[in-house]
């Protein structure tokens, strides 16, 4: 039988105190709703009442919560969703934390992973030639990616950044579309125009985007080129067909780097059209150099319903058969 206990936790610097209850105590509300417990302040303690076992996962996350305070993160409430369904899964670790410093935006804001699995893919960006990044909506994949070739960019490890994604989606044909090719190709493009002008800013995107040491295309644009001393991002790869994923990987020149995003989930190809991404997952698995990192529902750091909506269709997945009937 399980036994009501109260447990201590220290605060060094009080404050740390705000920063770690969140706006309206809205952190230490969302602890004691999943873990069924008490949290309550005293001068520079936390004391902690509930049972047993669920107090002291309840002092594991809020230690945790103090040593991201400490490194100079501000907590949110995704971090403290993200650290209880880690210890749902037991893998709470005290001595690590998921932040890894990308690189900062133009306004100085700082670009960190904020899972593990964001800090496996970043670590991966950085060690292997070609890494797979694959994951629902939300998971950060496009993002940490860009960031990733901005950093580069900057440190001279390459001399250009080129993204690229299918350019048609969802049965649509750009012929269908007003304007010239660029205008065609352009709305599907913006995220990845997005993610750049967030980081690198107006002025520095659109003088390097005039200089032409950054390109966004289409895949199409890729066909026929060697693409030496780059950074080159592939975004929206479930939606490339099985000779197209060649034909880009094998773009691939000296001095370059490749990241394939992409959710397995949002494939929009016709019936009969296998993906391209599915294909190299199966072909290069064991290819010494390629690195796929996968992301889950636990690594959106979009608002909570994201992960609810991305889960709910998962279930909802595995209960119909290949045709969409229940099964």
């Known amino acids: 039988m399980s036994t009501v206990v109260e447990r201590q936790i220290e605060i060094p610097a009080p404050e ?9 105590d809205k952190n230490l509300k969302i602890i004691e709703d999943r873990l069924e417990v008490k949290i309550t302040a005293r001068n520079n303690e936390l004391h902690i009442s509930g049972f047993e076992s669920r107090a002291d996962t309840a002092v594991d996350v809020l230690q945790k919560l103090l040593l991201m305070s400490e490194e100079g993160n501000i907590i949110t409430e995704q971090n403290v969703r993200y650290l209880l369904d880690l210890t ?15 690189c900062l935006t133009y306004r100085g804001k700082p670009i960190k992973s904020k899972t593990f699995n964001q800090k496996r893919y970043v670590e991966c960006i950085r060690q292997y030639p070609v890494v797979f990044g694959i994951g629902p909506a939300g998971t950060g994949k496009t993002f940490l990616a860009v960031a990733m070739a901005v950093k580069a960019f900057r440190e001279k490890l390459v001399n250009r950044i080129i993204l690229t994604r299918p350019a048609v989606e969802a049965g649509e044909r750009l012929g269908f579309l007003p304007g010239d090719l660029q205008n065609k190709v352009d709305p599907y493009l913006r995220p990845l125009y997005d993610a750049l002008y967030h980081i690198m800013g107006p002025e520095t995107y659109q003088s390097n985007l005039e200089k032409g040491v950054i390109e966004v295309a289409p895949l199409a644009y890729m066909r026929g080129r060697t693409l030496d001393d780059a950074f080159i991002i592939l975004d929206e790869a479930q939606n490339t067909t099985p000779e197209q994923m060649k034909m880009f990987l094998t773009r691939m020149g000296m001095g370059s780097k490749m990241v394939i995003t992409g959710d397995i989930t949002q494939i929009d190809l016709p019936k009969d059209k296998k993906s391209g991404l599915n294909e190299a997952r199966r072909i290069l698995k064991n290819v ?3 690195a796929f990192v996968y992301l889950t529902e636990k690594d959106v750091v979009r608002h909570e319903l994201v992960q609810r909506i991305i889960k709910a269709y998962e279930e909802d997945a595995k209960g119909r058969d290949d045709n969409g009937e229940e099964a």
Do not use: C, K
């Open 88 to 102: 749902d899964e037991e893998r709470l670790n005290n001595n690590e934390l998921p932040f890894d410093l990308i």
């Open 16 to 24: 740390q105190l705000a920063n770690i209850f969140g706006t309206n």
């Open 288 to 290: 010494s150099g390629v």
